[in-house]
């Protein structure tokens, strides 16, 4: 069965820092791997993902993620930290199956 | 090209109640899937309907259920509600399906509380 862990439930930054949200996963198969960021009493608004190719993937808002086959871990990643970018961030994969998401991430940035 | 739109956004409704939630996908978008967002069990795959035709579904109960349209908008419905039911309910569409690679787009999703 198709799996994705997020280890950290809360991530503090400061503002201007780099970030890493963290995300592992597991799958039968080469993964469809995605990012997603929620802010409050809003739906998911879509990142970035990783489908084939090359293993860092740029995507909205400066976030980029890097994907790792041999550690099947896929980091969210940005190189400065902005408070507006305090949200709850999901990672979710998929391979023959329906979204399986983790349990967020909530991002801190502090001014 | 709009997003995904779903209505109400809020509603609150009593136990034994059943309620029906209404979503369009993005124009061309012939998949639509729901997953039940709460804070014990996050982010929860309910069920997926492509070309009018339900593609998966999760581990519900019956009283939760679906459908799509010709025209590609999609509705679900839960009866008997329970206080359980109150979450946060997402409706998301892509072009071919949960499994394509094709980027899911969600809406801002329905806001259910069951008293």
């Known amino acids: 069965a198709q799996s994705v862990a997020q280890p950290e439930d809360q991530v503090n930054v400061a503002e201007g820092n780099p970030l890493t949200v963290k995300c592992t996963y597991s799958?039968?198969?080469?993964?469809?791997l995605f990012w997603y960021v929620q802010y409050p009493n809003r739906g998911l608004q879509f990142l970035l993902k990783?489908?084939?190719?090359?293993?860092l993937v740029k995507g909205s808002y400066g976030f980029e993620a890097e994907f790792n086959k041999s550690q099947t871990s896929f980091h969210l990643k940005k190189p400065s930290a902005l408070v507006s970018d305090s949200a709850l961030y999901f990672c979710a994969v998929t391979r023959g199956t329906p979204l399986v998401f983790g349990k967020g991430t909530r991002l801190s940035v502090i001014a | 090209k709009a997003g995904v739109t779903q209505t109400p956004r809020y509603l609150i409704k009593t136990r034994g109640q059943q309620v029906t939630l209404s979503c369009s996908p993005i124009?061309?978008?012939?998949?639509v899937s729901w997953y039940q967002q709460t804070p014990g069990q996050g982010l929860q795959f309910l069920f997926e309907?492509?070309?009018?035709?339900?593609?998966n579904k999760g581990n519900f109960p019956g009283r939760f259920s679906g459908r799509q349209f010709s025209n590609s908008r999609s509705e679900m419905n839960v009866s008997t509600l329970e206080l359980g039911d109150s979450a946060l309910y997402l409706c998301?569409?892509?072009?071919?399906?949960?499994?394509?690679?094709?980027?899911?787009?969600f809406g801002e999703g329905s806001w259910l509380t069951v008293v």
């Open positions: 124009s061309g978008h012939r998949s």
């Open positions: 998301a569409s892509s072009m071919d399906g949960l499994n394509s690679g094709n980027t899911i787009y």
């Open positions: 799958v039968s198969g080469n993964p469809y």
């Open positions: 309907y492509f070309s009018e035709t339900q593609r």
């Open positions: 990783y489908i084939t190719g090359d293993n």
